[in-house]
């Protein structure tokens, strides 16, 4: 990261690759044409919604929610039967996740709309489920995207009326399907809109408490992220991942002392123990140092394993590194994590003042990180 968050623009352009992307925005326009258009607050006088029951008790995960993962919409299947393969394992689970229209509104993923219907404890059962919106604006065509957008995020929260009328959306949106809480993902947001954005959080805070639903935002582990203080209340996620990526050279996503230099921010400013961190599965295969292809651990596994490679482990983060010429003649080098990788950083973390994990992603994973894990609720 330098630190951007780069691995969405890798995963998602697999989806888009998977799948023609303009069938899947016809599938959200006609779920979204099923749902009675909802006045928003902000043409209602910015008056609150009601609470779904006078006695609804605003869910917090805090403490309890040590362990948790995000499933991401285009590898749905692979993240499911992970998730199913280990039913308990997890304290909570976050959907991704809820894009924005041209229009910047906000709505469920397509294959996330099919597979949870009105309901996400069909799919969850009793498990928390947070639905993950993210500052990415997708057109019908595919064309002119726009991947964590800044310039969405500056429309959404620079005023009072937007920010209402944003806040009552995102409130709807979750209630639609029942989930728990919301988790807002909004990310290279501009160090002027900051100070707005700040202001969106303890407005969305005292709004969906008010409405019974948790919430947790994201964090990247940039300094204007981690350098003022943030609205108490809501849970925060820490990115401690690509460190190195698709914007730099071969390396480690994180590194012990990267996350020991995030907990010390995070510290300084009062909100450790609010943040839980996320750690990153899978790796990237460099070709001559500079093009990086995002691989899961299977695919890693497997390629090492075709190429009969010779993983060496890097120091002090564990990471495999291997490197290999292919066919063209061009070299190759390839990072990526396993279960000892991820028991190191989390160790690391975990004396750094870390005491909550998150896992960036179910789909794509050897079996053999899931006994690890386990490990981490006794």
């Known amino acids: 990261m330098g630190r951007n968050n780069l691995h969405l623009l890798t995963d998602k352009r697999a989806l888009r690759q998977g799948f023609p992307l303009a069938l899947a925005l016809v599938a959200a326009c006609l779920l979204w044409a099923c749902v009675p258009p909802a006045t928003t607050l ?143 993902d909004y990310e290279n947001v501009a160090a002027a809109v900051w100070p707005d954005f700040s202001v969106f959080v303890a407005e969305l805070y005292a709004a969906t408490t008010a409405r019974g639903l948790a919430l947790s935002v994201v964090l990247q582990p940039q300094r204007r992220y981690l350098a003022a203080p943030m609205p108490a209340g809501p849970d ?11 914007h730099s050279g071969p390396g480690p996503k994180a590194t012990p002392k990267f996350l020991a230099e995030q907990a010390d921010s995070l510290r300084a400013i009062g909100l450790l123990d609010a943040t839980s961190l996320a750690l990153a599965t899978g790796g990237f295969d460099w070709t001559e140092g500079k093009a990086a292809k995002q691989l899961g ?34 070299n190759h080098e390839i990072w990526h994590a396993d279960a000892t990788t991820l028991a190191t950083l989390w160790q690391a973390a975990r004396t750094a003042g870390f005491s909550r994990l998150v896992l960036w992603r179910l789909g794509g994973n050897s079996p053999s990180l899931f006994p690890w894990l386990a490990t981490l609720k006794h």
């Open 42 to 184: 902000a043409q209602e006088g910015n008056r609150p919604a009601a609470p779904r029951t006078s006695s609804a008790p605003a869910v917090r995960l805090g403490a309890a929610d040590h362990l948790s993962a995000w499933i991401a919409d285009w590898d749905l299947a692979k993240g499911l039967a992970e998730w199913r393969a280990n039913k308990g394992l997890f304290t909570s689970v976050r959907v991704f996740a809820a894009y924005f229209d041209e229009g910047d509104h906000p709505s469920l993923a397509p294959a996330w709309a099919a597979a949870l219907g009105n309901d996400a404890k069909t799919v969850f059962g009793s498990v928390p489920a947070l639905l993950t919106v993210v500052n990415d604006v997708v057109t019908p065509s595919g064309k002119g995207n726009k991947l964590k957008d800044p310039e969405l995020v500056r429309r959404l929260v620079s005023s009072r009326q937007a920010r209402a009328g944003h806040i009552d959306e995102l409130i709807r949106l979750a209630e639609r399907s029942r989930f728990a809480g919301l988790e807002i």
């Open 236 to 246: 925060y996620v820490l990115m401690g991942y690509n460190l190195f990526g698709s």
């Open 297 to 330: 651990e299977a695919e890693a596994a497997d390629l090492v394993a075709r190429k009969q490679l010779q993983p060496s482990r890097s120091a002090p983060d564990g990471y495999l590194v291997s490197r290999y010429r292919d066919e063209a003649g061009k």
